[in-house]
């Protein structure tokens, strides 16, 4: 068998595609998931030596309710909890079976799903959250209202009460959260990680310490003695867009091919990774050979936070 995490009771991926692009405004981000299949995910990673399952979510669209009125500023609030409730249980199930989750989003507001998933079945988790962006807007706090930009204040338990959102529990504490690739946050956003602590690590950071620094640091904070199961939520937009440029908030600046890859491996290695979601790749953006890039970079992170690179 191939480089797995102690916490898995086989090796068995369950690969759970989530065609939703109802956290932000741009079509398309739906396609994400059936693309990366086509590119030949799921062949790929049984390469590797993993049995894999694939539910796709085809029908989410049957969720989306007749009547969707913005509601304490978030756009689309009851179609978004609608879907990563639904979704939050296939990922507990999985995970709770001991498989290791690979979630292909779709928006990052999916992630309400994989971190509500994986920390129900992990309590003593911790989360790498790789994104140019930090994710932390809460209700009050948005500018844009698209819930893509807010799953982890609904995470963290620092979202002012949205009565759409009861069902998402505060399963994340703040000091299991870090960041990696952040270069674009909203002020409203600053202020929430400074007063909360929440160790980032800005592409700043990535520029002073190296990538391989920067990896061990988040580790040593989320997971000082390297016992504790990982999340890994890697929105592709962290990433430079000259690397993947087919996503709905593109930041210049970002993660090379190889620091991407990096920070997929070297998790990988710890031995600990039990859950990742591979989000924002929108395949109707820019021109056919810039989706070609993206798909190809979806499927070769998620590959490598399945033993690839690692002898
Ligand atoms: N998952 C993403 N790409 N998020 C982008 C969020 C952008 C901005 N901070 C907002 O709240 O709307
Ligand atoms: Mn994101
Ligand atoms: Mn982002």
């Not at 595609?17 to 995910?41: A, I, K, M």
């Not at 069902?167 to 690739?181: A, C, E, F, N, S």
């Not at 924002?280 to 021109?287: H, I, K």
């Amino acid at each position: 068998m191939t480089q797995t995490s102690k916490f898995l009771k086989s090796s068995a991926v369950s690969v759970i595609g989530v065609p939703f692009s109802g956290g932000q405004p741009r079509g398309g981000v739906d396609q994400g998931p059936v693309r990366l299949v086509e590119f030949g995910l799921l062949n790929q990673i049984e390469e590797l030596g993993w049995s894999v399952e694939y539910e796709g979510n085809e029908n989410i669209e049957s969720l989306r309710p007749k009547e969707d009125p913005d509601a304490f500023n978030l756009k689309q609030p009851k179609y978004v909890s609608a879907v990563t409730e639904h979704v939050s249980k296939q990922i507990y199930n999985a995970a709770k079976e001991g498989k290791f989750v690979l979630t292909l989003g779709g928006d990052h507001s999916v992630a309400l799903a994989t971190v509500s998933g994986v920390f129900g079945a992990y309590p003593n988790a911790c989360l790498i959250w790789v994104d140019a962006h930090a994710d932390i807007n809460t209700p009050a706090s948005t500018d844009s209202g698209n819930i893509h930009g807010c799953p982890l204040s609904f995470l963290t338990g620092i979202a002012d009460h949205h009565p759409d959102f009861d069902w998402v529990q505060p399963l994340l504490k703040t000091d299991r959260l870090t960041y990696i690739g952040l270069r674009d946050i909203d002020e409203a956003e600053k202020k929430i990680i400074r007063d909360l602590n929440i160790k980032a690590f800005s592409m700043h950071h990535v520029d002073k310490y190296g990538i391989g620094k920067v990896v061990d640091m988040a580790l040593d904070h989320v997971n000082p003695n390297r016992d504790l199961p990982i999340h890994l939520s890697f929105d592709v937009d962290a990433l430079d867009p000259s690397v993947a440029p087919s996503t709905g908030t593109p930041v210049r600046g970002g993660l090379t091919f190889r620091e991407g890859h990096y920070i997929c491996e070297a998790i990988a290695e710890t031995g600990l990774l039990v859950a990742t979601d591979i989000m924002e790749v929108n395949p109707t953006l820019e021109d056919s050979h810039a989706v070609y890039q993206t798909v190809q970079v979806g499927c070769s992170l998620a590959r490598c936070c399945l033993g690839e690179g690692l002898l």
